[in-house]
């Protein structure tokens, strides 16, 4: 199957500090990737659609300034919390599937934020 | 962002048995669902999908069941194996750019 890698798998950070966890697409291209974000115990939330070449697409009550996301690239897409703080602490999840014609997701290993 | 984010529901069956893992979708325009299996620390795997023109679909071990009258699905695991202890999530697909929304999820726990 297509694989999905992210980076870094773990990152701790202070207040205040901004972190950027990287989504590659391997071994296909993804014009379209997704970011979810999993509090413990809890579901996925889908934060926003990140499209190659343009501006993404944020959820309702997804703060588009505190969570940039960057997709320069048919493999790469990028999300940046600006000015962590520790309600940020969560497992983000990005995902992307090879092709229009598939609608199954491929999903990365997730990176586990803690915001000190 | 959507989701249902509730706390997890449990559901503990003995090594060999059968599983049914329950979920309510949301939106009825919903055209394709897909059953997730996540361990702890990890991304979701893929398990089984289905289209909303079929009510039912089978894989290795594991069947799909839709009801699109009452927006249901179900997954199935035949002979349930230590190694399936997961939480388990669907997930629909609302087209127009495969934006795929997960429902809350049931955490699957194997006794040996």
């Known amino acids: 199957g297509a694989v999905v890698s992210q980076h870094p798998s773990w990152v701790i950070c202070k207040s205040g500090t901004s972190v950027k966890i990287e989504c590659r697409s391997l071994d296909f291209q993804a014009t379209t990737m997704f970011w979810y974000r999993q509090f413990p115990k809890q579901s996925l939330m889908l934060m926003a659609t990140?499209?190659?070449?343009?501006?993404?697409?944020?959820e309702q009550g997804v703060e588009k300034d505190k969570f940039l996301i960057n997709h320069a690239s048919l493999t790469l897409s990028t999300l940046t919390v600006t000015s962590a703080h520790p309600e940020d602490s969560s497992f983000y999840i990005c995902s992307a599937n090879p092709s229009d014609s598939y609608r199954e997701l491929f999903f990365g290993e997730g990176s586990r934020l803690t915001v000190l | 962002g959507e989701s249902v984010g509730l706390h997890l529901p449990t559901l503990s069956v003995q090594e060999g048995d059968n599983s049914i893992i329950n979920c309510a979708y949301s939106?009825?325009?919903?055209?394709?669902f897909i059953w997730y299996k996540q361990e702890s620390g990890k991304g979701p795997q893929f398990i089984i999908d289905?289209?909303?023109?079929?009510d039912k679909r089978q894989g290795q071990r594991v069947t799909v069941l839709l009801n699109k009258t009452v927006k249901h699905l179900s997954l199935q695991i035949a002979a349930t194996q230590p190694g399936d202890s997961a939480v388990y999530f669907c997930?629909?697909?609302?087209?127009?750019?495969?934006?795929?929304?997960f429902g809350a999820g049931t955490r699957l726990f194997v006794k040996a």
């Open positions: 939106n009825s325009a919903s055209d394709y």
């Open positions: 990140s499209n190659e070449g343009s501006k993404a697409t944020y």
């Open positions: 997930a629909e697909n609302m087209g127009g750019g495969f934006k795929t929304i």
């Open positions: 289905i289209r909303s023109n079929m």
